[in-house]
């Protein structure tokens, strides 16, 4: 009999996401575990932010003659729309302990909307 994919795979696919809103910035904080920081993409495209990642998962099991190997693969994608006060220029993320957190300072100002990859600091 084969395993059955249950409420674990979905959320493999789909971390929670939780957004802290101050006077000077937002702060969004994405539940990953397991996902390496090398398979997360960042990306601006005018006033949304994606972000993108793949996780691999492998469960191996050994008992006497009997051998199991499980893996599991799945990609996720999250698209937040910015608001108009975000400044662009001033969106930082880290990565730590499966916990993406991605700052985004606020402006006074609307500026002109522009594409960029966001890198993922330490």
């Known amino acids: 009999m084969l395993p059955t994919m249950?409420?674990?795979?979905?959320?493999?696919?789909?971390?929670?996401?939780?957004?802290?809103?101050?006077?000077q910035q937002y702060r969004i904080t994405l539940e990953i575990p397991g996902v390496d920081e090398k398979d997360i993409q960042l990306t601006l495209d005018d006033d949304v932010l994606w972000i993108r990642g793949e996780?691999?998962?492998?469960?191996e099991q050994q008992d006497g003659q009997y051998h199991r190997i499980e893996r599991s693969y799945g990609s996720f994608q999250r698209a937040l729309n910015l608001p108009?006060?975000?400044h662009q220029d001033a969106i930082r993320a880290s990565f730590k302990n499966g916990v993406l957190t991605v700052t985004i300072g606020k402006r006074e100002h609307?500026?002109?909307?522009?594409?960029?990859?966001?890198?993922?600091?330490?």
């Open 84 to 86: 108009g006060d975000a």
């Open 6 to 23: 249950g409420s674990d795979w979905q959320d493999l696919l789909r971390p929670s996401r939780d957004i802290h809103e101050t006077d």
């Open 110 to 122: 609307a500026d002109v909307s522009t594409s960029r990859e966001i890198a993922i600091a330490n």
């Open 55 to 59: 996780k691999r998962q492998e469960q």
